[in-house]
């Protein structure tokens, strides 16, 4: 007879042994999954002497299969606790409790058909037959609610202490295993009179779904979304499943006045209707749920939503990033992030953005477009989960242990790598759900994009600002022979001055006076006029074939009396096996003077100066090789900038303000380019790039000119 008492039971041993079945098949080797096994085993035998006893037709077949439950019901508290202690690797320390525990089981079991466990059965409404405890019983109560308190115990400390899936799969242990024994309890008051119907068997029916899915699942759901979903099912449940109990109980009494098979197909029916039905209200539910009970975790979805449709307009790549690295730090509420951008011309990924206690150490990373780890990043193409790494990638773990990468993101456009979100953990400690994933990849696919039209508005700013530096010098240079020319007349009257002066070398006064003016106006313009005119000259360079590293080492020497009255630490990190490049040694070691005067000059004593080479490739065909110098001098103001490469320009009290206008100029007929980056109170840092192929570069930007 089936009834609201017998169609939990029959549901506990169907999933049991079916789940516990698919676990060990999973992978009997892994303990825990053995352990799930066994108990899921227990608990189905339990539940089927249950179903058994009450509804057996005579009391001699009550008591045998209420004797035989019992089997399965000894071992279902020291199976659990086995399993607790296993999932939270605690097995060295806890073998004598197992001991014991295991001993207590076997001698239960001894006593489990005699009259000293279960004396007998008695007719107990609305059961048929119920079990009557022996004198033995009561201590085995005594034994189950302590092991079963203990385990908990170990639950709830270990829950403090653990993190990410760990921390996952013992929510969900923690909350099945309440739900399950709080269920069970309602099965044994009966037996010492307290007359409880078990619809808490309902309850346990849940225990080895959730288990059973926690163990196997290779990404676990936040213990929160199962609550959230739970909650909307039971609603969808009870608006479905109450009228159609209604209806049944209507057919009960007008047609057979007890239930039966007929009217289990008619539930049968209504749930097939209720699975037809729920597709159309779960979302109006979902929304409801999501308002009222999960608001915090509605409210953090919905400003990822939004940051998704505002980003795309902020054009400035600092900001952006720093935009995307806040909202997610806050609403997601991670300890700390950072965000990696590639720097074409670099060719290396830089942390344009970090947030976080290990800031100091992730601003130091730096990683190659060819590193391992981006291409592996790049193939993958997948949010990775650092506690999911598994065989051959956990070669990676160094490096998102070093970024403090809990999660990282590929930000990918047309294959190519943008960028790297790094993510760190949870204030809470939490992993990262899957509604997390899945949002997050929702914003990486919108941060890629705006990342991407924030760096070409970037190119573009740049292009134009070359443009414009190009265009003053090309003015300036149709004025520089008259403007020497104008400042070499004075020098003339200066020197037929001098010329006089043995006349009136008696007079102290003037000879003094005039000495001092003279001498110094002399130098000045002289080297002005020199200036001017190397500035002017439209002179192609004589191309050879040099080692820039060595030209850059003599250069370095040349300054080193003037660093080390500053006191400066000169850092060098020059290229390995770099290709020899063509240039004007002459010109180019002019222009690394220059470049490292400015930088000694701009930084305080004490300070450092970087000096770094490196070969790149901006686009197929066009490799370039990089000479940066960084200094730690004060920086520059962006509205200086743009200045610094405009002749006569110069914030120093001593000098003429062309040394960066020649630089530029220098380059330019080298076909290269510099570029400034300069933070105030940062320091200041000049890459110089000069193609390797220079001649080969001038026929193809001519051909693309002609296009």
């Keep these: ?49 249950f179903l058994k006893t009450i509804t057996s037709a005579n009391a001699e077949s009550a008591l045998f299969w209420g004797r035989f439950l019992y089997i399965g019901a000894i071992f279902i508290p020291t ?77 709830i400390k270990a829950l403090k202490n653990l993190i990410g899936i760990k921390r996952n799969q013992i929510k969900y242990v923690l909350g099945a295993s309440l739900i399950a024994f709080t269920g069970g309890i309602s099965g044994i008051l009966p037996v010492f009179g307290i007359i409880i119907p078990p619809y808490g068997n309902y309850l346990i029916a849940l225990y080895p779904v959730i288990i059973s899915y926690s163990i196997v699942q290779h990404r676990l759901m ?20 109450i009228p159609s109990l209604a209806i049944v109980v209507f057919f009960e009494k007008l047609l057979l006045g007890s239930i039966n098979i007929p009217l289990t197909l008619i539930i049968s029916l209504l749930f097939i209707l209720g699975v037809y039905l729920s597709p159309r209200v779960k979302p109006q539910v979902e929304e409801v749920v999501d308002r009222v009970i999960f608001k915090e975790k509605y409210r953090y979805q919905k400003t990822l939503s939004d940051l998704s449709r505002v980003m795309v307009s902020i054009l400035d790549l600092k900001l952006l990033s720093q935009k995307i690295i806040d909202t997610l730090t806050q609403e997601i509420e991670i300890e700390g992030a950072s965000l990696f951008i590639m720097d074409e011309e670099k060719g290396y990924y830089y942390p344009i953005v970090c947030t976080g206690s290990g800031c100091d150490e992730i601003k130091k990373i730096f990683l190659p477009k060819e590193e391992p780890f981006c291409v592996w990043v790049t193939k993958k193409n997948d949010i990775i989960i650092k506690e999911e790494l598994r ?41 990262y759900n899957r509604e997390d994933l899945d949002l997050l990849k929702t914003l990486a696919n919108q941060a890629t994009i705006a990342i ?51 006349e009136k070398y008696d007079d102290d006064e003037f000879r003094n006076y005039f000495l001092s003016v003279a001498s110094g106006e002399v130098d000045r313009i002289s080297s002005l006029v020199t200036e001017l005119l190397d500035f002017a000259r439209p002179s192609e360079p004589q191309l050879r074939e040099e080692n820039i590293n060595e030209i850059l080492d003599k250069m370095v020497t040349l300054v080193t009396t003037e660093t080390k009255k500053k006191n400066l630490k000169i850092t060098r990190n020059l290229g390995e096996h770099l290709p020899f490049i063509q240039v004007d040694k002459d010109q180019i070691k002019q222009v690394f003077l220059n470049i490292l005067l400015n930088a000694v000059q701009a930084t305080p004593e004490n300070g450092e100066i970087t000096i770094v080479t490196r070969s790149f ?40 303000g062309l040394g960066l206008s020649i630089t530029h100029q220098i380059v330019e007929e080298h076909h290269g380019y510099i570029e400034v980056d300069s933070q105030v109170g940062s320091g ?20 693309a000119t002609v296009q």
């Excluded at 990676?396 to 190519?416: C, F, G, S």
């Excluded at 200041?684 to 051909?703: G, H, V, Y």
Aim: with cysteine.
């Design 222 to 241: 936040d213990i929160t979304i199962v609550l959230k979903k739970g909650t909307i099912h039971t609603l969808l449940l009870s608006l479905i499943f």
């Design 617 to 656: 490739a901006k686009s197929p065909g066009e490799t370039f090789l990089q000479i940066e110098v960084k200094d730690t001098g004060p920086g520059i103001p962006a509205q200086e900038l743009e200045l610094i490469f405009t002749p006569f320009y110069t914030t120093k009290t001593q000098g003429s």
């Design 79 to 155: 199976v659990f606790l086995h399993f607790i202690f296993s999932i939270l690797n605690d097995l060295k320390n806890r073998k004598k409790i197992l001991f014991i525990a295991y001993s207590l089981c076997v001698l239960f079991l001894i006593f489990d058909f005699t009259p000293w466990f279960i004396k007998d059965v008695t007719p107990m409404p609305p059961f048929k037959y119920y079990d009557v405890p022996g004198t033995i019983y009561p201590f085995y109560v005594i034994s189950l609610l302590v092991q079963i308190i203990y385990a908990h115990y170990k639950l």
């Design 1 to 49: 007879m089936i009834n609201s008492f017998t169609l939990p039971n029959l549901a506990i041993v169907v999933t049991s042994l079916i789940l516990g079945i698919f676990v060990l098949l999973k992978d009997k080797n892994v303990l825990i999954n053995r352990l799930l096994f066994f108990l899921s085993l227990c608990i189905g035998i339990w539940s089927f002497g």
């Design 452 to 502: 991407e039209n924030a760096k070409m508005y970037d190119a573009l700013k740049k292009t134009k600002s070359r443009m414009q530096r190009a265009d003053r010098l090309a003015s300036l240079g149709t004025l520089t022979a008259n403007l020497a020319h104008e400042i070499r007349n004075p020098l003339v009257a200066v020197k037929t001055f001098l010329q006089l002066l043995p």
């Design 391 to 431: 065989g051959n990638e956990k070669i990676y773990l160094e490096r998102l242990e070093k970024m403090q990468a809990e999660a990282t993101i590929p930000l990918l456009w047309k294959d190519e790598l943008v960028g790297v979100l790094n993510l760190g953990h949870k204030v809470t400690r939490d992993m």
């Design 684 to 703: 200041t840092s000049f890459t110089i790039n000069l193609p390797l192929n220079a001649d080969s570069l001038t026929e193809k930007r001519q051909k």
